[in-house]
């Protein structure tokens, strides 16, 4: 029985670690609907849906888009590459 409880163990372990290997951060612009206001986050998640459906809670309508994403160990920072009108 020992034995098995050390296999739950490590497998738990190793479905952790992928889980944190496919963490990426995003740059998001979220702009509510009431009044057109933005702002723009950054967030580590393994699921980018859900963050987003977890970020709402409590919030005002607002509507999301994801400006720039990277792998989480990569060391480069996140950018906005939209171009700015003039």
Known sequence: MNDLGIVLIKNRGKNMMSRISQRKTYL???MYH??????????????????MTEFQ???????????DWKQEIEERPLEDQREIDA
Do not use: G, M, Q
């Open 57 to 67: 809670r409590n919030r005002k309508p607002f509507a999301w888009e994801i400006l």
């Open 34 to 51: 009431e009044n057109h206001n933005t702002e723009v986050v950054t967030l580590t998640t393994d699921n980018i849906n859900w963050s």
């Open 28 to 30: 998001v612009e979220i």
